[in-house]
C-alpha cells in the first residue's frame, strides 16, 4: 500500500509538471503570436525541411510556384518535388562546368531563376512521383564532392569521352534517386514537361529576376555578381525604395515572391522568429524579441559598401508570403522558410522592411503583380 500510494504521489509530481511546462510553452507562444497582426496573408504550401542540402533556392521558389498555381485555381494542395528539380540543375551545373574547363562555380548553390530555367528546360512533377532517395529528409552530404572530382578526374584528359554523363547521372542515382519518365496524377499519365504546361500552366516569362545595386544602371538588366550565379542570370536593377515598393505592394495585392538574403548576422533570428536591422547590439542579444525595437537607418549607399565589401553576400533563399504589423504599426513581411517548423512561428519568420532593405540580394516576383508603369521603364512584355 506504502509503495503504491508513493508511485501514485510521484505521478501526479510528473504530470503538474508536465502540465504546467505545456501552459508556459502555450502561453509562451501565445504571447509571441500575439505581438503581430495579420495584414494580407496570401495562400502557401506546408514549411518544408531541406535536410541536409544546400537547396534553399530550389525550395523557396518551389514554394513560389506552387502558391501562384494556388493563387491562379489550378490546383488546391500542390506539392511539387523538390528532389527532380535538384537533380536537374546538377545536370545543367556539369554542363556548363565542363564547357568552361573546370573555370566556373560548381556546388548546392543557386538562384531562383535556376528553378525556373529547369522547369522550363525539363518540366516539373509531383512530390508523391518522385522524392529524396530513400523517401527521408535529403541528406546530399558528400553529394558535392563526389560529383565534382568526378567532373574534375574528366578534364584530366584531352578530349573527354562523348558519354561522360551517363557516370556522372549514376551518381545522382544513387544519392537523389532515378526520376520517372512518366507519372499518374489524379488518374492522367504525365511526362514532366506535359505536366508542367497543362497542370502547372507554367511560363518562364511569367517571372522576373529584379535587384538593387548603384554599380549598374537602373531599369536595366545584369548579371548579377553571386557565385551562385552559375547561369550568367540577368537581374533588373531597381532603386532601392521602388524595390520595397514592388515587394510591399505585390504582397498586398495577393502575390508571394522569392527572396534571396544574407542572414549571417545575428540579426537574423529564426529562433526567436524575427529579423531587424537592431540599432543596439544589446538588444539583438535578448531572449526575446520586441518587434518595436529602434532599428538603425538604411540606405542604398551603405547596401552598396556592404555589398562591395563582401559584408553582404548570397546566403539563404526564401519565399515572402504576407505582411505582418506589430501592436505599433512596424511594417514585417511574412517568411517560410526551409529549416521545418523551428521558431516560435513554426518554420516562419517575421522580416522587418530595414532588414529587407540591407540583406537583400534579389527576389523572383510574378510579372502580372509588377505596375504597367514598371514594365514600361524594364521594356517587359
Given amino acids: 500500500m506504502y509503495i503504491k500510494i508513493e508511485k501514485q504521489h510521484f505521478f501526479n509530481i510528473k504530470s503538474l509538471t508536465f502540465v504546467l511546462l505545456l501552459l508556459f510553452c502555450f502561453e509562451y507562444l501565445q504571447a509571441q503570436n500575439a505581438v503581430l497582426k495579420s495584414v494580407q496573408e496570401n495562400k502557401a504550401t506546408s514549411v518544408k525541411n531541406q535536410g541536409q542540402t544546400g537547396t534553399c533556392w530550389n ?19 500542390p506539392d511539387l518535388s523538390e528532389m527532380f528539380t535538384v537533380r536537374n540543375v546538377y545536370i545543367e551545373k556539369a554542363k556548363n562546368y565542363i564547357l568552361r574547363q573546370g573555370k566556373a562555380q560548381f556546388g548546392e548553390g543557386g538562384l531562383g531563376h535556376d528553378l525556373i530555367r529547369a522547369i522550363t528546360i525539363y518540366g516539373a512533377m509531383p512530390q508523391e512521383s518522385f522524392r529524396s532517395a530513400g523517401n527521408e529528409t535529403p541528406n546530399h552530404e558528400g553529394l558535392e564532392n563526389a560529383l565534382k572530382t568526378y567532373l574534375d578526374n574528366l578534364l584530366k584528359k584531352r578530349p573527354i569521352p562523348t558519354n561522360w554523363l551517363d557516370g556522372y547521372q549514376k551518381i545522382l542515382d544513387n544519392k537523389i534517386g532515378v526520376a520517372p519518365a512518366d507519372f499518374v496524377y489524379k488518374g492522367k499519365k504525365y511526362t514532366p ?12 516569362d511569367d517571372y522576373v529576376s529584379v535587384t538593387s545595386f548603384t554599380h549598374h544602371p537602373y531599369y536595366k538588366p545584369f548579371v548579377l555578381e553571386a557565385p551562385d550565379n552559375f547561369a550568367n542570370g540577368l537581374f ?22 522569392m527572396w534571396d538574403a544574407d542572414i549571417s548576422n545575428r540579426n537574423f533570428q529564426q529562433q526567436n522568429g524575427f529579423a531587424l536591422l537592431f540599432a543596439d547590439s544589446t538588444v539583438a542579444k535578448q531572449k526575446q524579441v520586441d518587434p518595436d525595437a529602434s532599428e538603425a537607418p538604411f540606405s542604398a549607399e551603405l547596401r552598396q559598401q556592404l555589398f562591395e565589401n563582401l559584408t553582404t553576400q548570397d546566403d539563404h533563399l526564401m519565399h515572402l508570403v504576407g505582411l505582418e504589423e506589430s501592436k505599433n ?7 517560410k522558410n526551409s529549416w521545418g517548423e523551428v521558431g516560435p512561428f513554426s518554420g516562419y519568420i517575421a522580416v522587418s522592411k530595414p532588414y529587407f532593405a540591407i540583406n537583400t540580394i534579389s527576389l523572383v516576383i510574378p510579372k502580372v503583380a509588377l505596375s504597367k508603369t514598371l514594365k514600361d521603364k524594364l521594356h517587359l512584355l
Wanted: glycine share 4%.
Fill in 59 to 77: 525550395y523557396s521558389t518551389t514554394s513560389l510556384i506552387e502558391s501562384e498555381s494556388i493563387r491562379k485555381g489550378l490546383l488546391d494542395h
Fill in 193 to 204: 514537361l506535359t505536366f508542367a504546361k497543362e497542370v502547372l500552366q507554367f511560363n518562364a
Fill in 236 to 257: 533588373y536593377n531597381l532603386p532601392l525604395d521602388e524595390l520595397l515598393d514592388i515587394t510591399e505592394k505585390a504582397l498586398r495585392d495577393g502575390y508571394t515572391i
Fill in 329 to 335: 504599426g512596424k511594417l514585417f513581411f511574412k517568411v
